[in-house]
């Protein structure tokens, strides 16, 4: 083709600068375009035709055919945007794929597919191009660059128009995709008869704040509380009517006790299969809290564990899963998907925040299979942004419903800045949150709750830690004791004797036990870090005049060895504050400065170390204390706790979590504790005593544990020698 020679020339349409011809697929239609890239585009000024196709986004060059590949016009008539840059479309030459288009401007409208998990709708943009089938869609669209489609949520095949809700314009939706859509703005969250009763349970305290008359009508209507199990706190049981209702968003604060209340409502609701997905380091300590609260028997659990066969899935009872196992391994969804739980509860939910992301994604196909409205838990449902519970409302059938859809929500509640991240609308807050109240979620605060608690809560949380580190610290103890029975034969000519072998036990056992324990606390840093980090952010602070943070809920940090302690203290990210270190090596001076600040909500976190900060200080600002570590003295213990547990205390009740790494020496610290203390009550009956956070008959004591490091010595010793002899 030829094309003028003089540039610098005005050129106006119906100028001709190019030509196309149609390639792709009805599904992903496309335009070659050969174009002189330094001819002016005819109707827009100062603009070449090469400047022209790379504004579109959707162009790439084809070196072969040297020509421009365009997958998208950002118009819904591409046959107007072609003439106006003087470029003829040869529609004769097209594929026989489009023979039974009869104009351009019919590929321009893209099309849809409801997706297999029913919840999602996949929309090609055809020749509308990436930024106007974007506009089309919505604020709910998420592209795919990988497949290259948008993945939208049911809920916004349909928006408002005015009050109306109507199909959205410019897409070919599919019939199931719109009846999928009025069926997710038709889904009732709360029965009407019972909204004004579950409103109240939104933010109740205890069922007697219900007549009999209401509480025969909710529990006739949702199901009885259970009589047995460990039993629950008061304003728990209201908050498990209140989820078992529909009010799925369980989102008390911290040390308030959502996993109790979520597996109340799990048993209120009859629950006969129950999946619940946590943090990866969560798994067994859901686990007890199912042995708990009697949801099921112990031998109808089971737990997916990465690293770990698969187990079959029971024809009744409840699935433990790690999120991040959940979003890697399509097969297990799958898998679970098809056992079709009734209840599903979803731990620490603030963790699929991210829209679209693959964790949020896999819980919500997994939800979308689940009888009952999941149950989202977290004390942080927002960080930042109101963004962030998009996936926690859709996930618990709230989202469309309640907000008319993602897309409205967005459109409400966010401001969306020049590189597409979300910002608050700060003037919906206030009508955000009256229709979190109103409508969505259970929530109470710590304080509200506290003339139900007692003055000291004792609990266990048991983590399923990495354990490499501390299998290799393992080896090194077992390689000391190989050492020292190489070096006895040496010296003596023949092996020690069972009391020679026990002397030096007896002597060693402290450095020995002491490598481990370093090596527990060092495999539990990750977790703590983030405990850390969502306490100070879930509890919150104030600004005071000075601009200064004051914190609700400062937390304090119990640790044993120092290595410990540094390695936390780096852990703990510095955008939540000031993190202080009370130990051997802290001056008068700074201690004084750090307590002081401490107990006036400046300081969010203090560490302190159980031997150096556990006697002669007052910390009765805080009413939270995590023991990353331990101690098997109960006197060292109640002396830490103590610091918080005093005249002057501001809290009617102090929460303690002792932090244990499963397959460890942490389960055998707990039960040292408990056995000593058995002793005490019974030698002094001095109750309060009663540190131990787990108990067992199986307990095995610091001596136990060295013998069979020995005796694991031994062995190897053994199987080497006759090794050596074949």
Request: net charge neutral.
């Given at each position: 083709?030829?094309?003028?020679?003089?540039?610098?020339?005005?050129?106006?349409?119906?100028?001709?600068?190019?030509?196309?011809?149609?390639?792709?697929?009805?599904?992903?239609?496309?335009?070659?375009?050969?174009?002189?890239?330094?001819?002016?585009?005819?109707?827009?000024?100062?603009?070449?035709?090469?400047?022209?196709?790379?504004?579109?986004?959707?162009?790439?060059?084809?070196?072969?055919?040297?020509?421009?590949?365009?997958?998208?016009?950002?118009?819904?008539?591409?046959?107007?945007?072609?003439?106006?840059?003087?470029?003829?479309?040869?529609?004769?030459?097209?594929?026989?794929?489009?023979?039974?288009?009869?104009?351009?401007?019919?590929?321009?409208?893209?099309?849809?597919?409801?997706?297999?998990?029913?919840?999602?709708?996949?929309?090609?943009?055809?020749?509308?191009?990436?930024?106007?089938?974007?506009?089309?869609?919505?604020?709910?669209?998420?592209?795919?660059?990988?497949?290259?489609?948008?993945?939208?949520?049911?809920?916004?095949?349909?928006?408002?128009?005015?009050?109306?809700?109507?199909?959205?314009?410019?897409?070919?939706?599919?019939?199931?995709?719109?009846?999928?859509?009025?069926?997710?703005?038709?889904?009732?969250?709360?029965?009407?008869?019972?909204?004004?009763?579950?409103?109240?349970?939104?933010?109740?305290?205890?069922?007697?704040?219900?007549?009999?008359?209401?509480?025969?009508?909710?529990?006739?209507?949702?199901?009885?509380?259970?009589?047995?199990?460990?039993?629950?706190?008061?304003?728990?049981?209201?908050?498990?009517?209140?989820?078992?209702?529909?009010?799925?968003?369980?989102?008390?604060?911290?040390?308030?006790?959502?996993?109790?209340?979520?597996?109340?409502?799990?048993?209120?609701?009859?629950?006969?299969?129950?999946?619940?997905?946590?943090?990866?380091?969560?798994?067994?300590?859901?686990?007890?809290?199912?042995?708990?609260?009697?949801?099921?028997?112990?031998?109808?659990?089971?737990?997916?564990?990465?690293?770990?066969?698969?187990?079959?899935?029971?024809?009744?009872?409840?699935?433990?899963?790690?999120?991040?196992?959940?979003?890697?391994?399509?097969?297990?969804?799958?898998?679970?998907?098809?056992?079709?739980?009734?209840?599903?509860?979803f731990d620490e939910a603030h963790r699929a925040k991210t829209i679209g992301s693959a964790r949020g994604d896999a819980v919500l196909d997994l939800g979308a299979s689940v009888k009952y409205a999941p149950f989202a838990l977290t004390g942080t449902p927002i960080f930042a942004s109101p963004h962030e519970l998009v996936t926690l409302l859709e996930l618990t059938r709230m989202m469309a419903p309640v907000f008319g859809g993602r897309h409205q929500f967005l459109a409400d509640f966010c401001v969306q800045d020049q590189f597409g991240g979300w910002k608050p609308r700060k003037s919906a807050l206030d009508r955000l949150h009256a229709t979190l109240v109103d409508q969505v979620w259970v929530r109470r605060r710590k304080r509200d709750v506290l003339p139900q608690l007692p003055k000291k809560m004792r609990a266990a949380m048991m983590l399923e830690v990495p354990l490499k580190d501390y299998r290799e610290t393992h080896k090194e103890v077992i390689s000391k004791v190989l050492g020292y029975l190489t070096w006895f034969e040496d010296q003596n000519g023949r092996e020690p004797t069972s009391g020679e072998l026990n002397e030096w036990v007896r002597f060693s056992s402290f450095t020995l036990i002491s490598q481990l324990r370093q090596a527990a606390g060092l495999a539990k840093i990750p977790l703590a870090a983030e405990l850390i980090e969502n306490h100070v952010r879930e509890t919150g602070w104030e600004t005071d005049e000075n601009g200064r943070r004051v914190f609700n809920r400062p937390l304090l940090v119990w640790v044993h060895h120092k290595s410990v302690a540094d390695a936390l203290y780096q852990a703990v990210p510095t955008s939540i504050g000031e993190t202080g270190v009370i130990a051997g090596f802290t001056s008068d001076r700074e201690r004084d400065r750090l307590v002081d600040e401490f107990e006036a909500g400046l300081i969010p976190v203090m560490l302190c170390s159980i031997t150096k900060a556990g006697v002669g200080l007052t910390l009765v600002r805080s009413s939270d204390a995590i023991f990353a570590e331990t101690d098997w003295t109960p006197a060292l213990i109640k002396q830490a706790e103590d610091r918080q547990h005093r005249p002057g205390a501001t809290g009617e009740s102090v929460q303690y979590t002792t932090l244990i790494a499963v397959g460890t020496l942490d389960e055998t610290i707990q039960n040292v504790l408990g056995r000593k203390v058995e002793v005490l009550e019974k030698g002094i009956g001095d109750t309060d005593d009663s540190v131990a956070v787990l108990a067992g008959d199986d307990a095995r004591g610091l001596q136990d544990i060295v013998d069979a490091v020995v005796q694991e010595a031994l062995t190897i010793r053994s199987r080497e020698r006759r090794s050596a002899r074949s």
């Open positions: 083709m030829s094309f003028p020679a003089v540039l610098g020339q005005p050129i106006t349409a119906p100028t001709r600068t190019g030509f196309a011809k149609l390639v792709g697929t009805i599904r992903e239609p496309a335009l070659e375009v050969h174009i002189h890239s330094k001819l002016p585009h005819p109707t827009i000024p100062r603009t070449s035709m090469l400047e022209w196709v790379k504004s579109l986004g959707n162009a790439r060059w084809d070196p072969h055919e040297r020509a421009w590949t365009i997958s998208g016009l950002n118009s819904h008539e591409p046959s107007m945007v072609l003439a106006q840059a003087g470029i003829d479309l040869d529609w004769d030459d097209r594929p026989e794929e489009f023979a039974d288009v009869r104009s351009v401007d019919e590929l321009a409208w893209p099309i849809a597919k409801l997706s297999d998990n029913g919840r999602t709708v996949l929309v090609r943009a055809r020749l509308a191009g990436y930024d106007h089938a974007k506009e089309l869609l919505g604020l709910g669209a998420i592209w795919d660059k990988d497949r290259r489609f948008f993945r939208t949520p049911v809920s916004d095949v349909l928006v408002l128009d005015g009050a109306q809700l109507i199909v959205r314009p410019g897409v070919h939706w599919p019939q199931s995709a719109i009846d999928a859509a009025w069926a997710a703005h038709a889904h009732v969250t709360v029965d009407p008869d019972l909204a004004p009763l579950t409103k109240r349970l939104g933010s109740a305290l205890s069922v007697d704040q219900f007549t009999d008359d209401e509480l025969h009508i909710l529990q006739s209507r949702l199901g009885r509380l259970p009589a047995d199990g460990r039993e629950p706190f008061p304003y728990q049981k209201v908050g498990a009517l209140a989820v078992a209702a529909g009010r799925a968003c369980l989102f008390d604060e911290p040390g308030v006790g959502k996993s109790a209340g979520a597996l109340l409502a799990a048993r209120v609701l009859g629950a006969q299969r129950t999946v619940i997905v946590v943090p990866p380091l969560l798994t067994t300590n859901w686990r007890r809290e199912i042995a708990h609260a009697a949801l099921c028997p112990d031998d109808h659990v089971v737990t997916f564990k990465p690293g770990r066969k698969e187990p079959e899935l029971p024809p009744s009872g409840a699935v433990i899963i790690a999120d991040s196992l959940l979003a890697s391994r399509p097969a297990v969804l799958q898998r679970l998907i098809a056992w079709q739980a009734d209840v599903m509860i």
